[in-house]
């Protein structure tokens, strides 16, 4: 009887931890992903470069919440959100909410470069980690029966765009696949003709780590043979050819786009401001303004931070933000007042590769192989499900002693 609907879109890191945190609390939940699964999107490009299976990253939403009694799952697509009715839309029917919580997320961003959308290959979701991963794995098989050297180089040459943790960790990855695994592979093929390229169009890797950590990224990627072009914009892709903006051009088979992230496509049926890449401005306490019964979360919320700047499209925010606003519907349902949300910063990590990461923990910064086993153990730790854990943990203890990626398989034609 007169039990809260509190309705969550989304159950990636924001949704999910809502949900969770109100196990307990007097309100109904009806929490909608058009996904089955959660999704741990920092190890996408493990699965890209063929490193995990998805379903060591994934995990199902049924499993999650098979002891939670006060909620109901709903698979389906968003496609409006009504502010004055008080009901989401999917599926072809209405749910309507007392409270309703977005954590939609983001999507991948191409700033109206249509050529480079269509070419180019992402590692936004594990459909496009797994056609990644084919198309590398296909590259190496064509180059092995190319006889043209030029054809060869250009099959073999790989572009990763964006120098940000996502296109570090990508680029690092996929040459060491090459130098470590692919040499053994391909004997016949002359592997000293592969190239990974990294664009940046800043002056600078990784712009939120301090200049000594970008330092580091710097020099361990080149120990890997990445070749980094700062301040080199692409403007183009049709498969075979890149450009750049000064003109000049790249044979490449292969370009990762890893450039830029922009909020998802349902916020626009609010028909609110938004702010930075889509997203919607909220109150301190993560809330709409006019509209109090709706909290807006993760990558999908535009809140500036205490030195001004606009918070980090992070899991990291994302978790900590789900947590609070859990809190916030209990306090206000028992009739409270919400509180401010305070972020706090647990520092930055990315991996460059084997025995190789640069990390920022209390102000400290570090790189190397302690910063490196912070990262495998901080992940693995992050991984929803016992069995995941294991099984990423046995996956990478044998790729690192054994120096392979076992999952190279081709799997579409
Ligand atoms: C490749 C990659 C690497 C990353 N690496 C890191 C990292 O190392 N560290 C870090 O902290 N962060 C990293 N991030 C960022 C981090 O993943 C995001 O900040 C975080 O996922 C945001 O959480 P969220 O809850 O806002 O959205 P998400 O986790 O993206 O969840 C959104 C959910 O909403 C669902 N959804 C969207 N639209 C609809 C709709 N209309 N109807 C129904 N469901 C919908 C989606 O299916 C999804 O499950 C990375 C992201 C990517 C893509």
Not at 150 to 160: H, N, Q, W, Y
Not at 368 to 379: N, R
Request: charged share 20%; aromatic share 8%; proline share 5%.
């Amino acid at each position: 009887m007169n039990t809260p609907h509190v309705v969550i879109i989304g159950a990636g890191f924001g949704g999910l931890n809502v949900a969770r945190q109100l196990r307990n609390a007097p309100v109904q939940i009806t929490l909608i992903d058009k996904r089955n699964y959660h999704l741990f999107q920092p190890l996408l490009y493990q699965v890209a470069i063929a490193g995990l299976v998805p379903s060591q990253i994934a995990y199902p939403l049924r499993t999650i919440f098979r002891g939670q009694k006060n909620i109901t799952l709903q698979m389906g697509e968003v496609t409006e959100i009504n502010l004055e009715a008080c009901y989401v839309r999917l599926n072809g029917s209405v749910i309507a909410y007392d409270y309703l919580v977005i954590a939609v997320g983001a999507e991948t961003n191409f700033f109206g470069m249509d050529s480079v959308e269509q070419e180019g290959f992402q590692v936004k979701d594990i459909q496009k980690a797994i056609s990644t991963r084919n198309h590398l794995l296909k590259m190496f098989e064509l180059a092995s029966r190319e006889a043209d050297e030029e054809k060869r180089r250009a099959i073999l040459t790989f572009v990763v765009v964006g120098g940000g943790p996502t296109g570090v960790e990508t680029a690092g990855a996929l040459a060491e696949l090459i130098s470590h695994v692919m040499v053994k592979d391909f004997p016949d093929l002359n592997l000293n003709e592969a190239r990974v390229i990294l664009l940046e169009a800043n002056d600078h890797l990784i712009t939120p780590y301090p200049h000594e950590l970008r330092h580091a990224t710097f020099e361990l990627l080149r120990r890997d043979h990445v070749e980094i072009q700062l301040n080199t914009k692409l403007v183009d892709f049709d498969g075979q050819t890149i450009t750049l903006g000064d003109s000049s051009q790249i044979a490449a088979h292969t370009l990762i786009w890893t450039a830029g992230i922009k909020a998802a496509p349902v916020l626009g049926s609010l028909g609110v401001k938004r702010a930075g890449p889509g997203r919607v401005p909220v109150t301190s306490t993560l809330q709409l303004p006019e509209h109090p019964e709706v909290f807006i979360i993760g990558d999908a919320a535009y809140l500036v931070n205490g030195n001004g700047q606009p918070l980090p499209m992070l899991s990291t925010v994302a978790i900590q933000q789900g947590k609070s606003t859990a809190r916030n519907l209990q306090q206000i349902i028992k009739g409270e007042k919400p509180k401010p949300f305070h972020y706090k910063d647990p520092g930055l990590l990315a991996t460059i590769g084997r025995n190789a990461a640069v990390a920022r923990i209390w102000g400290v910064s570090f790189s190397g192989f302690i910063a490196w086993v912070i990262w495998v153990f901080l992940h693995i730790y992050r991984l929803i499900g016992f069995r995941n854990r294991i099984l990423v943990f046995v996956n990478w203890a044998w790729d690192y002693l054994f120096y392979e990626n076992q999952i190279r398989l081709i799997t579409k034609e």
